[in-house]
Every structure is written in C-alpha cells, then in structure tokens.
C-alpha cells in the first residue's frame, strides 16, 4: 500500500468523509470503508482512493468536475497535489508511460449502470487532452473520441439496471511515440449479448442502433415503419428519446473515422435485413413433426433476399433445409418449426455479431499507426483501458452469466495478486515481516473451469461435441466427474438441469438449458455457403472471412474456391468450428497475457442505489458491490496483517498516557512507542520506521487500558468538582446578601437625597414669591458648571450597553437559564484583550464579546498559530449567523452550542473549550462583563466556582498556576486533548 497522502485544503483526516485516501486512515475496515464513502457521496465528493484504488460512485446527476479548468489542474501532478479524479488516474498513466517506456492498463470494473462506460470516455478524453500534438495529430485524436459513441450505439442497450448498459466488454489500447504523441488505437471486444437481438426481457430493449435506424433518410425505402412491426423490437413499448439526434451523430461518426459511403449503405442494409429476418414466420401443416412452411408474406422473404443480394429461393432453401453430403451421399433434411425458427434466429445474431466484429475491425484498420511510425526501431508506447461487465447474479442464469463471472474471476485473481503486492511493499518499506500475510486466492476456482481434461469447460466443449449431447447429459456429466472433488462445485438434488458455483462474490446457481446450443454457436451451412456468395459486398465479407481462435472474424479472407463447401451443402469431413468456450478461453488468456505487462491502474465503479436517482446512497446495496469488486478483500487483507497502522504521532497522542501520564512532555519516536507497548504488556506488534503495526484487537485492549485510568480519574474529577461546586455556594450566597445590604443602603440614600432635592425647590420658590411681593428681583440660582463632554468611544460603549440591556439581555444572549453569564460570554473587551486571553490556550479555545463599535458580537477562538474572528451578525427577524457561514440559529447560545458540535469551515474548525474569565492571584475571576450586569461597574471579582454552563467543562486555571502542558509554557510535542493536526 502506498504511503498516506496529505490532506488537501486544510481536510483533517479525523473527521468523516475528509480523508481523500482511505488507506491513510489508521483503522480501515469494512464498516469504515463504506461509511467514508457515504460521507463523501452526500458532500459530493464521488472520488476516493484506497492506496492506488480510485472508487467511482456514479452520482446520477451532472456535477461540474469535468471543466477543462478541473482538467488543467491533472498536467503531470503530484497524485495528492488534487482531489481524487479519474483525470488523476489518466495523468498516472500517461506520464508513467512517457517516463518508464512499461506498458500502462486502467482496469475499469463494475456492475451495469454504476458508470463505467462514462468512466472509460473520461479517461480516454483526458489521456487525449494530455497528449495533444496540435494539428498534426488532430484527426486522429477526434477519431479516437469519436469510435465511443459509435461502439455504444451498437454495442450498447437499455436494461432495466442501466439506460445505456454495455453488452460487450471492449479493451481499447492507444498508442504513443517516443514523443507521447498519440499514433494510433486498437480495439478488443469480448462476449457481445447476441442473444439480444432476437430476445429480450421484458422492460429492456433491443440494441440502440435498432431503433436509431428508423431515423434514417433511407428508412422507409428499407421498409422501416415502426418498431412495433418487427418482431425484434416489439418488446419496447415507444422510441428512445433523442433518436433521430443519436442516429445523426453515428452517421457523422462513421464519416469522420473514415468509413466509405458503399459501406455505410451496406452497414444500414444489414441492420434492416435482421429486423425484416425476425418477421419470417412458419406453420407446420398438420402437426409439430411435419415440416417447416414459412407463412409470413413472400414479400418480407423477397426483401430480406434483396438487400443480403442472394436469391430468394436458394434463401428460402436454407432457411427450412438442412443438406450435408457424406460419403458422396446428398442428405436433405427438412426442419421442424422449432428448429425453423432456431434457424433464423441464429442466422440473425451470427449476422449481427459477424457485422460488429467486421466494424470493430475496420476501425482497428483506420486507426492504425501509419508505416512510418513502426519502421526501423521504433517502438510504439501503449495504454490499455478495459471496460467490462461485473459480476452478475440474476433470478436465472445462464451461460453468459457463466462467461461473465469467470472473466470477473480472472480479473479478481489479477487484482489480488496486485494489492497483495502492495501490502508487501509497505511492510518492506517499514521493515516489517510480511510472510505470515495471505490472500484469499481463487486459483482452484480458475483450474476448475480451465482444467483439461476434466474442467467445467472441457466437458462442455466435449458434451457440444457429441451429436447426442444435450444439456442433461452436460450436468449428469459435471456430477460424475467434478462434484465431490472440491467444495466450489456443488450438484443439486433435482430433476432441474442446474448446478451451482460458490465464487468470490458468492454462489451462484447457474441453469444449463441452452448451454450446448448456445456453445456450439452452429448455423446452417447452407446460410454461409450462400452469403458466401453475395452481392452485397459487406455480407459476403463477414462470411468470406476466416474465424480466429478468439472469434474474431478477419474480414475479406480469400479462400480458394475448390476448398468451399458448395452453397446449401455442409460436408461432413470439414474442420471443426471451435466452440464459444473455446474462443473466449483463448481471448481470455490473451487479455490477460496483455495485462501481466503492464502497470495497472484500478477504477472501481459503484452504483449507489436500484433506481438510478441522485443523492440516495444505500448501504446494503453498495456493501455488497464492494464486495464483488473486491474492496472488501482489500481490507480483508489490511485486517490479516496488520490493520491498525498509526504513525508514532498519532499512536503517541492517543495511547501515550499508558507510560507517560497526562503532564510529562515526550517526543514521538520508535523507542517511546515501544515503552507504551512494553508497559501495556501486549504481544504481536511491531515497530516499522514510520508507525506502529497493530493488530485489529490489540486497539480494543489499549482502548481499556486508557478507560481505565480514565474512570481512575473521573472519581476524582467527581469529588473535586463537588468541592469546588460547594465552594461556589458559599461564595454566592455571601454576595448575595452583600449585595441586598448594598442595594438597601443605596436606596435609602436615593430617597433623603430626594426629599432633600424637593424641598429646597419649595424653599427657593417661598423665597421667589417673597422677593417680587417686596419688588425685588427674583434670586436666580447660580449656573451649575458645565459637565465635561463625553468622547465618542465612550458614547458608543454607553450606547452598546443600552442595547445589550433593552434588546439581548431579555433574550438570553450570552446568559445560562437562571440568569449568570456562560463561562464564553465576556464583556465589550477589545480584540487585543480577546487575543491575550486566548494565548496561553488550547486550540478551540473560544469566547464571544460583545463589540464596541456597533450592536452585536464577535466570536474569537484560538488556533494552531493566532487567533481567528468571526463577526456575529442578525438579520431582520432577529436571528443570529456568523459573516460568510451559512448556519443560521434563533439564538446566540444556540449558534454557540451548534458550533461546538459541527465544524465552522473547511479547514475543519470547531469550538472545543469555553474561555472562562480572567483569574487574579487571590483566585477570583476579574469579570469584564460588569458593566452590562450592574450600572456603573466596569468589573467585578468573584470566587472560582463550578462551571455554571450547560456543558459541566471544568474552570479556568489561572496563567500563574497554570502547568506546562496547558500553556503556561510553549505547547508540546504531543496533547492528547486535542484532534491530530
């Protein structure tokens, strides 16, 4: 496993869904895997790694991660300089193989619809940008993006898992000189689902080129009129939307990758003749065991005819008559209507299959290297991409299903051996024994099938073999000669042609009906000997050509004309056609070869939920796609070594206490790890150069050591907070009753300074009247001195305490329910006075005070290296928010208390510790919200008391008596109260 990567943008990997490499974190199983990823789903982070692994969770909506200035940032980059991207997979892989010269693979896996294709043109359209060599090589990089839609439109078709579901698996390898400038592409396909062109379940749809054809100009002299008139797209209930465009873009895609216009004419014919094809009807005429009469209209006979270009009758002919020749003997054998329509049936998928085989083909030429590219020495650089099926695992399942899965194990066996291969590059990088560790290896499994003489697949290519065979005789044959020997195979106990397999993902019961007709892929010799013979330049092509031992027809491969069977006849000496197992054994293999030289690259595609909505995540269902995608197996490993894997920082911080006590300041490093370990006195770790390798158990017995000490400690916590608690009680209870004295005294003296005040009013306006009775002038009273002016500082502080008092006070700001202030609520203090205070503390240590300046407040609280500030704003409704914080709450001690719970920003920030008041050396708080609680007063002095907050968090400590370890002195090296940084 690689090493950690930093976090990017201040993401603390503590924190859910922040840490963008899962094998970072230090405790990485199943549980916390598929919780990090529905974290990082709901925050819309659908990219994530696990060491080398990009996870994919399709999002089913449209996020704007796919910009060309998101593509900017994967040039060349360090992997952790971004956020995980498929981008990121790309760059790895270009400039890998631009530095290194090793062949490059990006192995694209997940079930339908969880977004592999789209995965695969992202990729392909980001090593494209990567590579871009102007005008030169322009042309061919837009034909290389262009063959995607053109593969999907006849590759690709509507389930009801997925709307655009791949039915084929495609390995694309792109090219490079030694300049990194793409040359050419080349293109794989595996295990096309021919069956659906004749068949399909109900719900889903035929091939997209199927419909996509009715948009053509040519349609109705194809005699294309609606879908609901063939047969083979009945089973869809109205057109796809957007048709008439997607049919658009494939003809502009056949020009511009250089397909000539006789080929397209010839392309549409072929696809309108297979739908003509389904609706080739036949009765018997008197019952089940006569011969096949076709009793759809001559004229559906006679176009089919016409655009294959071959004779109506001689088609006719092969289609109801089988003709082999032995020993000289001319054997004519008319089929039953079953086997009629069998008959036309694989006539139809062998002439589509042999028609995309022949396109996959021609692309394959037009994207060649150009001559001058390979001449000489020169050698061509390349990177594959393999987008394939995942494991798949129905209600009934068949031979594709069989195909499939056994491809997925392959694939899964390749995928063990490269992340058990990382496993032992951590523990060698370490210094670590890594001998002990295995991997769950499927191997058995592969030999059971590829085994000869005596595997899954060689009984079937000898059961196909037999003419008598059949798919009873198939499974009473695995029975026989399989079942017992291993647990993988299990045989059951009914009439029912079944057997089941337990694979990596699970078991799977697969039903072998059809798995000899379907395996021997047979079509009439007399179909092939007359398309041989065509005028229709494409068919005679697929049908001239010679089949390869993977499947592949190699179009246009002249034969000489004495060794072809003569059309309508089947000899009974020719070479035997290699079985389906056959070609896909030997394609398989071929793959693989392929992949054991390159450098491979994981994506592991995963769909979040059954009904392709966005931002519904379900855990069940993505379990189990971990699983099938071997996640799970990842951290099934991780859990068989060592799963716990701290780096000494972490391990020190959290476990450090166990043999150095909360105050005593250590230096994380090897030896003191080991003392921690020694003093635990567990057994089985080890000490690599960086971390600590832990057992998954020894964490839990670490865990209770420090509960332990923990539950030690909070008995003492307990007593000394309720002495402290009494303390406080005594101390209030003093206060009040001087206070009462004072407030008594005080009124006292208002009311004789009151009567006082009246009556020398009387006084002086006796002696007014007096005076102007006498004729005298009324004595004025001397002018009072003027008062001295106020500043505007004090004006404004006077004025924020008047609206502290009228407007906060009687909501609560700042105040617990009887009425004291919160040990956070300080009074208008300014911002130096808020930074002194939070020097000396931890970080999250926090404060709110009341400005001086405007009405409202300011939220300080300390971090690594400053302090930061919040302004605390209301809006008209009264509610109070934090300036550029979304958050809005109807309080101030609710927005305070939400804060404490949640973070404030994406550096991860959070309130931790109140910031009680300031302590003077006779142990008493030196309040600075004095003013607000009682007039005239700018502070008062309190005893140290109980914590009157909600939160019950412990007093403050005075700076003078404060130990080092809570910031009298520099911090050190390890606090163990505080979230790693």
């Not at 299959?353 to 590219?373: C, H, K, Y």
């Not at 032992?424 to 290896?441: A, M, N």
């Not at 089985?684 to 017995?701: A, D, M, N, P, S």
């Not at 240590?845 to 939220?859: A, D, I, K, M």
Request: with cysteine.
């Amino acid at each position: 496993m690689p090493p950690p990567r930093p976090s990017k943008s201040g993401a603390k990997p503590w924190l859910k869904g922040q840490a963008d490499d899962l094998a970072s974190l230090a405790n990485l199983d199943d549980d916390v895997l598929l919780e990090e990823l529905r974290f990082r789903y709901a925050e819309n982070k659908i990219y994530s790694y696990v060491g080398d692994i990009l996870v994919a969770v399709n999002p089913f909506k449209q996020l704007p991660i796919y910009t060309q200035e998101v593509q900017a940032k994967y040039h060349n980059s360090v992997k952790s300089a971004n956020p995980p991207h498929v981008y990121a997979i790309a760059d790895q892989a270009y400039f890998a193989q631009r530095h290194s010269g090793k062949p490059q693979c990006a192995v694209i896996s997940g079930e339908s619809g969880a977004g592999k294709t789209e995965s695969a043109k992202f990729l392909i359209r980001h090593i494209i940008t990567l590579c871009h060599s102007g005008s030169e090589g322009a042309v061919l990089e837009n034909k290389i993006l262009l063959v995607n839609p053109l593969l999907e439109a006849f590759g690709n078709a509507q389930t009801l898992m997925n709307h655009n579901s791949s039915r084929f698996g495609k390995y694309s390898e792109l090219m490079f000189n030694g300049k990194g400038a793409v040359v050419g592409a080349q293109i794989s396909e595996y295990l096309l689902e021919k069956s659906r062109v004749v068949r399909q379940t109900p719900g889903e749809c035929n091939f997209h080129i199927f419909y996509y054809i009715f948009a053509a100009r040519e349609a109705r002299d194809l005699g294309l009129t609606a879908i609901s008139d063939f047969a083979y797209t009945r089973n869809t209930a109205q057109m796809p939307s957007g048709y008439q465009a997607a049919y658009k873009e494939v003809e502009k895609a056949l020009v511009d990758v250089g397909f000539a216009p006789d080929e397209e004419i010839n392309l549409r014919k072929v696809l309108a003749c297979i739908l003509h094809l389904g609706n080739i009807s036949y009765d018997a005429v008197y019952s089940d065991l006569d011969p096949a009469q076709m009793s759809s209209d001559p004229s559906v006979l006679r176009r089919v005819a016409e655009m294959l270009g071959v004779d109506v009758g001689q088609l006719k002919d092969a289609l109801t008559v089988v003709v082999t020749v032995t020993r000289g003997e001319t054997i004519r054998k008319p089929l039953l209507v079953e086997q009629a329509l069998d008959c036309r049936d694989a006539f139809a998928k062998t002439l589509y299959g042999r028609t995309f085989g022949w396109m996959v083909s021609q692309i394959n030429d037009l994207l060649a290297p150009a001559a001058s590219e390979t001449q000489g020495n020169k050698k061509l650089s390349q990177i594959g991409i393999l987008d394939i099926f995942g494991f798949e695992h129905f209600q009934h399942n068949g031979f594709e299903q069989m195909c499939i899965n056994l491809a997925n194990e392959q694939l899964q066996h390749f995928f063990n051996e490269h992340i058990f291969k990382w496993e032992l590059e951590e523990y060698t990088r370490e210094g670590i024994d890594g001998s002990h560790i295995s991997f769950k290896d499927n191997q058995p499994l592969l030999d059971l099938f590829f085994a000869r003489p005596v595997g899954i697949l060689a009984l079937l290519d000898e059961e196909s073999h037999f003419p008598r065979g059949t798919d009873e005789t198939l499974v009473a044959k695995l029975k026989g000669q399989v079942a017992g020997k291993t647990d993988i195979y299990k045989a059951e106990r009914t009439a029912d042609a079944v057997f089941t397999i337990t694979h990596y993902a699970g078991e799977v019961m697969y039903t072998a009906t059809g798995f000899l007709l379907k395996n021997r892929d047979t079509l009439n010799e007399g179909l092939v000997s007359l398309c041989q013979t065509s005028t229709n330049t494409l068919v005679k092509d697929i049908f001239l050509g010679e089949v390869s031992s993977t499947g592949r027809v190699v179009a246009g491969s002249k034969q000489d004309p004495r060794q072809r069977t003569a059309p309508g006849r089947r000899s009974s000496t020719s070479t035997r056609k290699a079985t389906v197992a056959a070609q896909f054994t030997s394609s398989l293999k071929i793959l693989m070869d392929k992949m054991h030289q390159c450098q491979a690259h994981f994506v592991r595609c995963i769909k979040p939920n059954t009904t392709q909505s966005s931002d519904n995540f379900v855990p069940d269902f993505v379990q189990t796609q971990l699983r099938y995608t071997g996640m799970l197996e990842t951290t099934r490993i991780r859990r068989e070594g060592y799963s716990y894997r701290p780096r000494f920082e972490e391990f020190m911080e959290r476990f450090g206490l166990l043999a150095y006590g909360v105050r005593q300041q250590v230096q994380p490093s090897d030896a003191t790890c080991q003392r921690v370990l020694t003093v635990s006195g567990l057994k089985g770790w080890q000490i690599g150069r960086t971390k600590v390798f832990l057992k998954y158990w020894h964490v839990e017995q670490l865990d209770k050591q420090v509960r332990t000490i923990g539950s030690v400690a909070l008995v003492f916590q307990n007593a000394a907070r309720g002495l402290v608690a009494r303390m406080r009680h005594r101390n209030f209870l003093a206060q009040k009753s001087v206070m009462a004295q004072s407030t008594a005294t005080f009124f006292d003296t208002m009311t004789r300074s009151v009567s006082n005040f009246f009556a020398r009013e009387e006084s002086t306006r006796q002696q007014d009247i007096r005076n102007q009775a006498s004729g005298a002038s009324a004595r004025r009273a001397a002018a009072a001195p003027a008062a001295p002016r106020k500043t505007e500082k004090e004006l404004k502080r006077e004025a924020s305490i008047l609206w502290w008092k009228e407007k906060e006070q009687p909501r609560g700001a700042g105040l617990d329910h009887a009425g004291m202030p919160l040990r956070w609520f300080h009074g208008i203090i300014s911002r130096k006075e808020a930074e002194r205070l939070l020097a000396p503390r931890n970080i999250g240590c926090f404060l709110v005070r009341v400005s001086e300046n405007r009405f409202g407040y300011t939220l300080s609280y300390r971090i690594s290296d400053r302090c930061r500030h919040y302004i605390v704003e209301q809006d008209t409704h009264g509610r109070y928010a934090l300036v550029g914080v979304p958050k809005i709450a109807n309080s101030l001690n609710d927005l305070i208390d939400y804060f404490r719970k949640n973070r404030i920003n994406d550096a991860g920030e959070m309130l931790r510790e109140p910031c009680g008041q300031e302590i003077n050396d006779a142990g008493e708080e030196q309040c600075d919200y004095g003013e607000l609680m009682a007039p005239g007063q700018r502070g008062f002095r309190q005893s140290v008391s109980a914590d009157p907050s909600p939160g019950g968090a412990p007093p403050p400590v005075s700076r003078a008596s404060k130990p080092a370890s809570f910031g009298a002195a520099d911090p050190p090296p390890i606090n163990r109260f505080a979230k790693p940084r």
